[in-house]
């Protein structure tokens, strides 16, 4: 005990030495941020005058074509409660329904009250409800499905929601058809380790894998057995950590023991240590009834996953289907693939919720009929031949803006919005789009202004700031 007083009494003097150096950098930190926020509102301003009058074009432009088109008549519309209202994906969903006849309900969490999408034409009515993992959250959405008499809830997820839905899902069925898979069922995709073996037990290839639950498994793993490499990733969703792909073993055994150092790996937040394929990695979405592939496509990945153009993989889809119809699953679930130089597929990850990829169905007129027919189809809804590879042009500008010094990436960029489509804007429906842009986005910046917290960058596709912890 007599040694414990100077020694904690020395780490006082120390900690309070080093308070004015810590305020500095947050200080620092927070002017950084600020400015950044500013500049990019003073940016999202300039362009507004633009934005404004296409959009104003449009709507007189919708005004006068309106009358003249037809909206698909159908004997029995039903009533349909959409999910993640901020998403394009769920945007895309609704005007899918509501040209297929339907009456579309869209909800979004309270947070995001102001997003553009409730502005579309496509939506028949909006709600805020709260934050899935609140204790209020089902009862909000039993609440909505009965006010609204809703027939069938197509939840878009976010990563956290998925489980909460699935969760919701048991109190709406007697009230609605719910397009979405079991809580057990859902722990079992999201969780990288528990797909894995589902995956293999249907004699499906995966990636060699192993549950991480403490630094030291890695530290203590033989990778001299093999001439494999290895990448590590966060079981439970991790927004910013997702796109770290460093390869294991590190140069030095001192520099694998200093990256997995800053890893929050523990029993309460495992990770999955995952053999590293190398190849041509691809992304799908597929719609899912008894274990009847509905609806897919399949897309090369990219980083962020802001570009999407179909790619026919057959050998893709047959996986597809072999794993969604042992399982029986109904739903919705995205997977992940890796192709190697030799043809051979490996699935490295299951998301069971809406892609952003569904944006490429945009002028496919039988997407509610996948999702909400039982009678079975003679082969899945693929997106048309004339659908252009979808994209965010705000995304796409910045891109070109940063890579002004490369004549050929300068090139690709004006290629792709040449030759795609932006994922909001419809000459129809083009309040979305103003919206979005002048509005959600603005207003999620100022708050965090108001709060001085900082942000990583601008999902367009997703209507949020991705933070540090982050929803």
């Not at 009456?103 to 496509?122: C, P």
């Not at 050998?315 to 042992?326: K, N, T």
């Not at 932006?422 to 083009?430: G, K, R, T, V, Y």
Request: proline share 6%; net charge negative.
């Amino acid at each position: 005990m007599t040694q414990e007083i100077p020694i904690r009494q020395d780490s006082e003097a120390i900690d309070a030495a080093q308070q004015p150096e810590r305020q500095t950098k947050t200080d620092n930190h927070w002017l950084q941020s600020s400015v950044r926020t500013v500049a990019t509102l003073s940016l999202l301003l300039l362009v507004l005058p633009l934005n404004l009058t296409l959009t104003t074009i449009a709507l007189l432009v919708a005004t006068i074509v309106r009358p003249f088109q037809s909206r698909t008549a159908i004997a029995n519309p039903r009533t349909i409660l959409v999910s993640g209202g901020k998403m394009t994906k769920a945007l895309q969903l609704a005007r899918s329904f509501h040209q297929a006849g339907h009456r579309v309900i869209l909800v979004e969490a309270d947070k995001y009250w102001l997003t553009g999408h409730r502005f579309s034409g496509a939506v028949d009515k909006f709600y805020t409800i709260p934050n899935p993992q609140a204790e209020g959250y089902i009862d909000a959405l039993l609440e909505i499905v009965k006010t609204e008499q809703v027939d069938v809830y197509v939840p878009v997820c976010s990563p956290v929601a998925s489980y909460y839905d699935a969760l919701a899902k048991q109190a709406l069925l007697p009230h609605c058809e719910v397009m979405h898979v079991e809580p057990e069922m859902a722990q079992q995709l999201d969780d990288k380790s528990a797909f894995s073996a589902a995956a293999v037990s249907l004699g499906l290839s995966v990636p060699e894998s192993y549950c991480i639950t403490q630094p030291q498994q890695v530290l203590d793993f033989d990778f001299d057995r093999s001439d494999r490499q290895y990448i590590i990733k966060s079981i439970p969703y991790d927004s910013v950590r997702r796109l770290d792909l460093t390869k294991l073993p590190c140069e030095t055994p001192a520099a694998t023991a200093a990256f997995i150092k800053d890893l929050p790996i523990s029993e309460r937040n495992p990770w999955i240590m995952q053999e590293f394929i190398s190849g041509q990695e691809y992304c799908t979405h597929s719609t899912v009834r008894d274990g009847e592939l509905r609806l897919h496509c399949c897309c090369e990945s990219s980083a962020f996953q802001i570009n999407y153009e179909m790619v026919d993989k057959p050998a893709i889809e047959a996986w597809v289907r072999q794993f969604v119809g042992g399982l029986k699953l109904t739903g919705q679930v995205s997977f992940d693939f890796m192709e190697t130089d030799d043809g051979r597929i490996y699935a490295i990850e299951c998301n069971p919720r809406t892609h952003s990829a569904m944006t490429m169905f945009y002028n496919h007129p039988d997407v509610a009929k996948a999702y909400l027919d039982r009678e079975p189809l003679v082969a899945p809804i693929q997106p048309l031949a004339s659908s252009r590879p979808t994209y965010w042009i705000y995304h796409e500008l910045w891109r070109l803006v940063t890579n002004l010094g490369s004549p050929s990436e300068t090139w690709r960029r004006l290629q792709i919005i040449a030759n795609g489509k932006d994922a909001i804007f419809e000459w129809s429906d083009p309040l979305p789009f103003l919206m979005v842009h002048h509005a959600q986005i603005p207003l999620l910046l100022l708050g965090n202004l108001r709060k001085m917290k900082g942000w990583m960058r601008i999902d367009f596709n997703i209507g949020k700031l991705i933070e540090l912890g982050g929803d």
